[in-house]
């Protein structure tokens, strides 16, 4: 059993950065691919990033590559997402996820735990 709890979120000027962080509990965090989901009103989950067991993995939604990082410490069970130079379109409740497998962690069809989100805003 993996508990997921985002915080970091907040109110931005744009341009501006943001860093979220995804504390994960229970002894199994170093099994799980790890990653970011955010949802903006009106539109479907789209997935933001995702980083691999061991974190020599990263991949991301070409909206945000440049500009966001997807890190983790497995040591603290914690995966981080930096965004730098936000934008208004990157408004969203971002998700935290845990996955087994990394290959398809983007369909969401094998992601087995969810955070409750973190609001981030993005003003012009």
């Known amino acids: 059993q993996v508990h997921l709890v985002e915080s970091g979120g907040g109110l931005v000027q744009t341009g501006g950065s943001l860093r979220l962080s995804c504390a994960a509990s229970?002894?199994?965090?170093?099994?799980?691919?790890m990653g970011w989901f955010r949802q903006a009103p009106g539109k479907e989950r789209e997935f933001v990033a995702r980083?691999?067991?061991?974190?020599?993995?990263?991949d991301y939604a070409d909206s945000v590559k440049g500009r966001f990082a997807i890190s983790r410490d497995n040591a603290k069970n914690t995966v981080y997402l930096q965004m730098n130079s936000l934008k208004p379109e990157d408004t969203a409740v971002y998700y935290c996820?845990?996955?087994?497998?990394?290959?398809?962690?983007?369909?969401?069809?094998?992601?087995?735990?969810w955070g409750q989100g973190t609001q981030v805003t993005a003003s012009s």
């Open positions: 980083i691999s067991v061991r974190g020599g993995i990263q």
């Open positions: 996820a845990a996955d087994p497998v990394y290959s398809t962690f983007v369909t969401m069809t094998s992601v087995d735990y």
């Open positions: 229970g002894r199994s965090f170093s099994h799980y691919a």
